[in-house]
């Protein structure tokens, strides 16, 4: 699933070609994509509305329009692109909008979980999201406060969307190995100076995501290189750069998990 890194390339490079374009069709060609409204009227009030910025909150794209909000959420597979109306539809592209330079917008989805919404307003959607970890009200005594409310473990917490927005598997790992934090560790357990360094770790990773453009991990999302500077994420059997131990895979809360024994020890080992 692309997490924030790979969803704020996206915004950033739609920002040009999208912004001030008016949309003048679109073709609908699965009607589950569009969450909300109907695809009727989806189709009836977006057309004709102008483009005037482009956003992102937590794994969100969000399209400020001139009268309502377009969001769309990627989901496990999904992915935009601009292309010209000469270049061939392939046949994961569900959902196209034309602009008035006959420009196309297409929402490409292999599994087909991605969501469309149009709104009045983007709160709507994201008003239940957690913070932002790269603003600058998420500080890290924010941060400190917010774990210290829970008794969770750890990589689970990070994940919920509600939470913290955007984190995902992979920078959740790649954040916990270079603080030295074991996945399954009860977040109302983390000292000050640890959990400090998880907040000045979850920041550095996402910025590091997103100035390699986000990690194209499989062929669903392409264009970024961050995969090359992975210390944990899918490096299962292959020794730690740190300390030269073993990666290990195990699962936590049904989600695949990556991290090293010896620099992250399991809470009962401490």
């Known amino acids: 699933m692309p997490e924030l890194p790979e969803v704020e390339t996206r915004v950033r490079q739609l920002q040009a070609p999208c912004t001030d374009r008016t949309i003048k069709e679109v073709h609908i060609g699965w009607p589950r994509h569009i969450y909300t409204p109907n695809p009727v009227e989806f189709r009836q009030r977006i057309c004709g509305q102008q483009i005037t910025k482009l956003g992102r909150r937590g794994k969100y794209l969000i399209f400020q329009l001139s009268k309502d909000v377009l969001i769309i959420h990627l989901r496990m597979s999904g ?14 592209a569900h959902t196209t909008i034309t602009f008035d330079n006959y420009q196309e917008l297409r929402f490409t989805d292999v599994r087909k979980f991605g969501r469309v ?11 239940k999201l957690g913070p932002e970890p790269l603003s600058k009200q998420f500080t890290h005594s924010v941060f400190f406060e917010m774990l210290s409310k829970h008794r969770r473990m750890l990589k689970p917490l990070l994940l919920d969307q509600h939470f913290l927005a955007g984190m ?13 934090l074991h996945p399954t560790i009860l977040s109302n357990m983390i000292s000050t100076t640890d959990s400090q360094n998880l907040w000045r770790n979850i920041r550095k990773v996402l910025r590091d995501g997103i100035r ?13 290189s961050h995969q090359y500077h992975f210390s944990v994420y899918g490096q299962h059997g292959k020794p730690c750069q740190t300390c030269d131990s073993t990666i290990i895979r195990t699962t936590v809360s049904q989600r695949g998990t990556y991290y090293c024994p010896k620099c992250q020890p399991s809470p009962k080992a401490i």
């Open 79 to 92: 992915d935009l692109y601009i292309a010209t109306p000469e270049k061939p539809i392939d046949k994961y």
């Open 117 to 127: 919404y149009l709104v009045p307003s983007a709160e709507i959607i994201t008003s």
């Open 168 to 180: 995902g598997n992979i920078y959740t790992d790649e954040a916990l190995h270079l603080s030295g």
């Open 212 to 224: 390699h453009n986000g990690s194209s991990i499989d062929w669903v999302y392409k264009g970024g």
